[in-house]
């Protein structure tokens, strides 16, 4: 695999997850603004800890990449 597609793999990937992140961060600010606007949610704490989850998970994603798979090695 040339140098080129794997630069453009990795930060595809990082993209998806910044990206991920971006969307659950905006979930949570709708939920502590407007939380009864999210008639699907009746558990609006349940429903912000699955979008603070889904940033954990993107986080560790991002730093695996960067730890295991950047251009230092």
Known sequence: MSCNLRVK????????????IAKAK???E???HNPVGIGE????LA????????????EE???VIQNHF???E
């Not at 793999?9 to 991920?20: E, K, P, R, S, Y």
């Open 47 to 58: 429903a912000i800890q699955e979008q603070v989850d889904i940033i954990a998970h993107e």
């Open 61 to 63: 994603r991002i730093e």
């Open 26 to 28: 905006a979930n949570v």
């Open 9 to 20: 793999m990795l930060d595809a990937l990082l993209v998806d997850a910044q990206g991920n």
């Open 70 to 72: 950047s251009d230092h």
């Open 41 to 44: 949610h009746p558990d609006v």
């Open 30 to 32: 709708v939920y502590l």
